[in-house]
């Protein structure tokens, strides 16, 4: 997988460090810059994606997108307190290809971080190679389930497709890393609640399994997840 570069301009604390561990989580690499100049830095040595929250004190940020625009060649995702209509018009007015809310489904942040680079590599590719491009795309795993989107779509052996949140995505990680193999439930828990939280959560991931075989059962999916009694559960492959 081709690996997405990410500068993040956050000067408060706590939210560049949830940002950052989140897009880290979600597969992309991530350099948090502190400052405007910094930003500026290393926006001009090349990233894929810019994400710049416009609501941090002491910063006018829809003033800096008409330059990100002249020197980077990048998405521009802008980040807002409140992201009304008078924001984003204004946001995509001045040179952002995006403007969400800060505190939004990462969800949505995730797919317009991907659209934006699947627009910026189609734009990329010259025009008589793209029936190229476009077939490799398609290459994968024949009858198999598989992730894409970077592991926030499950596959089903037929094409069908089940959009994933991001509990239920570190789960399947997981369980197709080792197709056939159970994976201790213990070990799942502690994915989902990292420390003592684990112990306390002991059955959050048979809760959250239930779900995901009940949301697959709406596409009309079997989802091949077994129990392993006094285990955990594995992923069946035939």
């Known amino acids: ?9 956050e000067t408060r604390t706590e939210l560049s460090a949830s940002l950052s561990h989140m897009l880290a989580q979600s597969g992309f690499s991530v350099h948090s810059c502190q400052n405007v100049p910094e930003l500026f830095r290393q926006a001009e040595k090349g990233c894929d994606i810019i994400l710049l929250d416009i609501g941090q004190p002491l910063l006018d940020g829809f003033s800096l997108l008409p330059r990100l625009s002249e020197i980077a ?13 008078e924001v984003r018009l204004r946001a995509l007015q001045s040179g952002a290809d995006a403007c969400l809310m800060q505190h939004g489904d990462q969800r ?8 934006l680079i699947r627009r910026d590599r189609r734009r990329a590719v010259p025009v008589a190679d793209r029936s190229e491009a476009v077939e490799l795309a398609q290459v994968a795993p024949a009858g198999s389930w598989h992730l894409r989107d970077r592991g926030w779509t499950l596959v ?3 094409g069908s497709t089940v959009s994933l949140s991001a509990r239920e995505r570190m789960v399947l990680q997981e369980l197709l890393a080792e197709p056939g193999h159970p994976v201790d439930r213990l070990r799942l828990n502690e994915l989902l609640y990292p420390g003592s939280e ?10 959250m399994i239930s779900r995901l075989r009940r949301k697959a059962s709406s596409y009309g999916l079997e989802l091949p997840i077994r129990t392993v009694y006094g285990g955990g559960y594995l992923f069946v492959t035939e």
Request: avoid cysteine.
């Open 108 to 115: 949505e942040l995730v797919a317009v971080i991907l659209a």
């Open 73 to 85: 060649r990048a998405g521009v995702v802008v980040l807002a307190e409140d992201a009304g209509l």
């Open 198 to 207: 684990a112990q306390q959560r002991s059955r959050s991931v048979d809760v």
């Open 156 to 158: 089903s052996p037929s």
């Open 1 to 9: 997988m081709i690996d997405t570069h990410i500068i993040l301009l």
